[in-house]
């Protein structure tokens, strides 16, 4: 586990440290070279987190600040927004993406009070990171909240060159209106009667919400020198945006953002298109002299979480330079360290930023956390000749593997794994192939299509994967077919299961057990039907299958959420902190 | 009014089913609209009647069909 060789930031400029990979990425037959440093900036105590894109020359003209949107639309941006800033980079400008106070792997949380001000101010301290970096000429992009917040923030700060708008939402009421509608829609959830608000995946506080209610452009006081907004056709107007930005901007089309934030996870689409014009209109007019950049380093930042005081820092790993967040406590026990793996294409800090909950909260119990991007996904690179942003590829065994390795090098099976979805899938399977200590699989997904189907056979390192046919598609995807579908769901089971018996989770969980890997299984009824009712042999207890009622695939209510996290929290304590009853023998390696 | 919840709908709901081949009473769930094009619909609508949907009636059941859609129209429209 490599770590980035450079000590605390001290605000003395710094090209990026030795051992920084850098990034570099094959496209249209041309190697363009970027680099990409992860940094914490902003308070001392109240560390963002970002990341500085640049020239491989390490010389720039104008900074972009990229703001993110909020919430879970911030997680279906988020690749999108990694690509963007790889793009501006390879046109020769210096791009910043950042996550603001309270969200992504920047301290803070979502219920903390004086939200709106907070996010505010970590545009403002973006800004100031790019002028550290050398650039007096700096734009801003912002999607969704993050081009109302970036448009508040360029009206209220001054100095902003370019502006876009990327979508933008009018006020932050639509905002709150929208998602919250959504979350209702969704789930059929009543809403809470103590003046906080559920959105997909998040609760604000009665006064965010309040905050978000009174939060719309201002009267333009400073005025960007020219702004871009792309917008939908056919969402609702904009109520005056546009004209309090106090120039005329250059309008046009947001095209892909339904399929980018309307869309499963899984399934969405870059709009590269849009991207592209962004990265035309902010390049096109580079007055400036290009100046030498110099990134200022901070790989590490401490700050209490839950009353005990946390180290988080960057680690690289494996053979790609896999990036990962540890998370540690001053004084960490002698128990296995947890890996936090991707859920579906979610980036690190899992979904609806529970992965960064998990981590703080469990290192503050006093237990080491290492959060990562597998390859291809997040803010990894991926393998040579393998396309990212695609989940459950049979590289992910090697990811996992690489990731244990560098963690717990003395002993890579000391480990807990834990995962959502695809992520409690692989965990599984991993551990088949070299056991852990522990395996917490949320919801996890054993009927799927492989993707290496598309080419070849199924890898047969899969064990438990009871792989999709076209006659299972076509029985999934005939609509008249919902109703007959739910009411013989387990007598399907039961028919894959003696389909594939060599696969039958009876059989695995047992080899499991011998190795002594403690598994927990938490997940709705229709995740845990291919569990059926394990039997098992030897320590029966060592396998839990705790089926929760109507719990969410994507745990988006947030009650879900806390019941999830206190399970694996209690069992945690109870097998793995030392000095508890009941510990499992050490597997063998 | 029918008419033109049935015009929102066939721009906003995104049906695998086309509009005019549901009764006023299909599902429209059923019929492919997403929880995401359920929103958009709504929004449509609000702008469309000059309405604002209140907490209780952001449900599933509001925009299942075009009857209850209309029926939450009337509601509101009436009561303003």
Same mark, same amino acid.
């Given at each position: ?78 690749? %999108? ?7 501006? /980079?390879?046109?020769? $400008? ?30 403002? !301290? ?5 002028? *550290? ?93 020219? /702004? ?14 546009? !004209?309090?930005?106090?120039? !005329?901007?250059?309008?046009?089309? /947001? ?38 950049? #110099? ?48 859920? =579906? ?29 597998? +390859? ?23 990811? @996992?593997?690489?990731?244990?390795? +560098?963690?717990?090098? =003395? ?5 807990? $794994?834990?995962?959502?979805? +695809?992520?409690?899938?692989? /965990?599984?399977?991993?551990?088949? @192939? ?8 949320? #919801? ?73 890997? *403690? ?8 995740? %845990? ?26 745990? $988006? ?23 508890? =009853? ?8 | ?13 995104? &049906? ?28 449509? &609508? ?35």
């Amino acid at each position: 586990m490599s770590e980035v060789e450079v000590t605390h930031a001290t605000g003395r400029g710094a090209t990026p440290a030795a051992g920084d990979p850098g990034r570099s990425r094959e496209r249209a037959g041309v190697d363009h070279m970027v680099t990409a440093t992860p940094l914490w900036f902003g308070p001392e105590h109240r560390p963002l987190f970002g990341w500085v894109h640049g020239p491989a020359d390490r010389r720039s003209a104008g900074a972009v600040v990229l703001c993110p949107p909020l919430a879970r639309e911030l997680a279906c941006a988020h690749y %999108t927004y990694r690509l963007l800033a790889e793009e501006l /980079a390879e046109a020769g $400008m210096l791009a910043i993406r950042f996550d603001y106070d309270g969200t992504g792997d920047s301290a803070g949380s979502e219920r903390d009070p004086g939200r709106v001000a907070a996010w505010l101010e970590s545009i403002g !301290e973006a800004i100031a990171l790019a002028r *550290r970096c050398g650039v007096t000429n700096v734009s801003l992009v912002g999607m969704r909240m993050g081009a109302l917040l970036a448009a508040v923030a360029a009206a209220r700060q001054g100095g902003v060159d370019g502006l876009v708008l990327w979508d933008p939402l009018a006020s932050g009421r639509s905002f709150l209106r929208e998602q919250s509608a959504l979350q209702r829609l969704r789930s059929d959830l009543k809403p809470l009667d103590d003046g906080r608000v559920e959105l997909p995946g998040f609760v604000y506080s009665a006064e965010t919400v309040a905050e978000l209610g009174a939060l719309a452009m201002p009267e333009p006081a400073r005025v960007p020198r020219r /702004a871009l907004v792309l917008t939908r056709p056919e969402r609702t107007p904009l109520n005056g945006l546009i !004209e309090r930005l106090g120039v !005329e901007p250059e309008l046009g089309e /947001a095209i892909g953002q339904d399929q980018l934030l309307e869309v499963e996870p899984l399934y969405h689409e870059i709009p590269k298109a849009t991207s592209a014009r962004i990265v035309e209109w902010l390049g096109k007019e580079e007055a400036e002299p290009r100046v030498e950049l #110099n990134v200022p380093v901070r790989d590490r930042a401490s700050f209490h979480h839950d009353g005990a005081r946390l180290t988080e820092r960057f680690v690289w790993l494996g053979d790609v330079s896999m990036f990962g967040v540890v998370t540690e406590p001053e004084q960490r026990l002698d128990a296995p360290s947890i890996m936090l793996l991707n859920a =579906g294409n979610d980036w690190h800090v899992g979904p609806n930023r529970l992965w960064v909950d998990v981590a703080r909260r469990w290192a503050a119990l006093g237990f080491r956390c290492l959060r990562f991007d597998e +390859s291809g996904l997040g803010d990894s690179p991926a393998r040579p000749g393998v396309r990212s942003h695609v989940v459950r590829l049979p590289e992910t065994f090697e990811d @996992v593997h690489e990731a244990q390795d +560098s963690l717990e090098p =003395g002993d890579p099976t000391n480990v807990i $794994m834990v995962g959502l979805c +695809s992520g409690g899938y692989q /965990a599984l399977e991993n551990a088949l @192939v070299r056991p852990a200590r522990g395996v917490y699989a949320i #919801n996890p997904i054993l009927h799927f299509t492989p993707p290496e189907l598309a080419w070849g056979p199924m890898d047969p390192r899969r064990r438990i994967c009871f792989p999709s046919s076209s006659l299972v598609s076509a029985y999934r995807n005939i609509p008249g077919l919902a109703p007959l579908r739910r009411g013989v769901r387990g007598i399907a089971w039961r028919a894959l299961r003696l389909l594939h018996r060599d696969r039958d989770p009876s059989s695995w969980l047992d080899e499991l057990r011998e190795s002594g890997v *403690r598994v927990l299984v938490i997940g709705g009824e229709n995740e %845990t039907r291919p569990f059926g009712t394990p039997a098992g042999t030897g320590d029966a207890e060592l396998v839990q299958i705790e089926v929760v009622p109507g719990l969410d695939h994507a745990l $988006m209510p947030a009650w879900h959420r806390d019941a999830v996290l206190q399970r694996m929290t209690e069992h945690l304590v109870e097998h793995f902190a030392p000095g508890a =009853g009941s510990r499992p023998g050490r597997p063998s390696a | 009014m029918r008419e033109q919840i049935r015009a929102v709908i066939a721009e906003h709901a995104r &049906l695998s089913t086309p509009i005019d081949q549901l009764g006023d009473d299909g599902d429209l769930f059923a019929a492919g609209m997403t929880s995401h094009a359920s929103v958009n619909v709504m929004l449509a &609508l609000e702008d469309a009647f000059d309405v604002e949907f209140p907490e209780a009636l952001l449900r599933k059941s509001t925009f299942e069909t075009v009857s209850s859609i209309e029926a939450a129209l009337f509601e509101l429209t009436v009561s303003v």
